[in-house]
């Protein structure tokens, strides 16, 4: 018997390391991935569209293989991307993407994992990887925000439900700031769409937020490496105890110090 590692988001950036991490751990690493293409540091691919309860549920048979041989599961629910621009000027489908890839997917396939693991009586632990924004918004990035927001509240969630199970061991979110990744590329063409739509006389005001996403635009104090979100993943995984947040960044734990701390009010000026 082996340990598996589930993970979302597999191909590049905090995927691609995590998948690394585990496999150089001894772990038998399963990415589960929209487009399957031998990119990940996977020992296999199967392909998932975190969109689709039904095709979430229909990996049940293929996760119950790797399920029943394990030792022990870690999901790592690692897969996101940022929509960006002004919540007035987002579309129906644009909100529906952001909380399907980052809430409803992620918490339909930890359920599925969930009732695997006690029908083969295994145990699980879960790793979502959240976001700082998850805790301080920020200026026309609320759907990202709000979905960050939504993943944290509906894992912890999760570990409040299913606490009495005999194999969900521990719930964990991991809290990046700034990371070095494709993330920046990924929003930026998620937000072309919204800024073409708008009004003339509104697309100035996406000018800094674009500019901040160009890929000549410079890195933010204190960013991290993928590796570094890994290891901290890694340490959610093997850890006696584990703990429900750990904080990547200088940035994280300043950001969970002020809004434990401050009063709203001030907050809004301090980063209005």
Same mark, same amino acid.
């Given at each position: ?7 979302t988001?597999p191909?590049?950036g905090?995927g691609? #390391? ?16 929209r ?6 540091a996977?020992?296999?691919e199967?392909k998932l569209d ?8 229909s990996l049940? !048979? ?5 399920? &029943?041989?394990?030792e022990?599961v870690?999901l ?7 929509q960006?621009?002004a919540?007035?000027d987002?579309t ?10 980052h ?6 396939? &930890?359920s ?5 693991? #006690?029908? %083969? ?9 959240s976001?700082?924004?998850?805790i301080?918004p920020?200026?026309m990035?609320?759907?990202y ?7 944290n509240?509906a894992?912890?969630?999760f570990?409040? !439900?299913?606490?009495?199970? #005999?194999?969900? #061991? ?5 809290l990046?700031?700034?990371?070095k990744t494709?993330f *920046?590329?990924h929003a930026?063409a998620?937000?072309?769409p ?10 100035k005001?996406y000018e800094? +937020?674009e500019a &901040?996403l160009a890929p000549n635009?410079? +890195?933010?104090?204190? +960013? ?6 890994a290891?901290k993943i %890694?340490?959610? &995984?093997a ?5 429900? *947040?750990?904080f990547? $960044?200088p940035?994280?734990h300043?950001?969970?110090?002020? $809004?434990?701390f401050?009063p709203?009010?001030?907050?809004r000026m301090?980063?209005?």
């Amino acid at each position: 018997m082996t340990k598996v590692a589930l993970v979302t988001g597999p191909s590049s950036g905090i995927g691609y #390391e995590t998948c690394a991490l585990f496999a150089r751990d001894g772990y038998r690493v399963v990415a589960l991935t929209r487009e399957p293409n031998g990119a990940s540091a996977a020992d296999l691919e199967i392909k998932l569209d975190l969109e689709s309860f039904e095709q979430i549920q229909s990996l049940a !048979d293929v996760l119950g293989t790797e399920i &029943a041989n394990a030792e022990r599961v870690v999901l790592v629910n690692n897969a996101g991307y940022g929509q960006f621009g002004a919540v007035r000027d987002l579309t129906e489908s644009m909100w529906k993407k952001q909380f399907s890839t980052h809430v409803f997917g992620p918490i339909k396939l &930890a359920s599925v994992c969930l009732g695997l693991c #006690e029908q %083969h009586n295994v145990p699980l632990r879960v790793i979502a990887v959240s976001s700082v924004l998850s805790i301080l918004p920020q200026s026309m990035k609320g759907a990202y925000c709000a979905a960050k927001s939504a993943m944290n509240a509906a894992h912890d969630s999760f570990w409040f !439900d299913e606490r009495g199970s #005999e194999s969900l #061991e521990s719930v964990s979110i991991v809290l990046p700031g700034p990371v070095k990744t494709k993330f *920046r590329e990924h929003a930026l063409a998620a937000l072309k769409p919204v800024i073409s739509k708008v009004d003339p006389a509104r697309q100035k005001k996406y000018e800094p +937020t674009e500019a &901040a996403l160009a890929p000549n635009a410079p +890195t933010k104090p204190f +960013t991290a490496s993928s590796a570094d979100v890994a290891g901290k993943i %890694h340490q959610a &995984a093997a850890a006696k105890r584990p703990k429900p *947040r750990y904080f990547v $960044t200088p940035q994280t734990h300043i950001a969970s110090l002020i $809004t434990r701390f401050l009063p709203h009010s001030v907050q809004r000026m301090i980063f209005r």
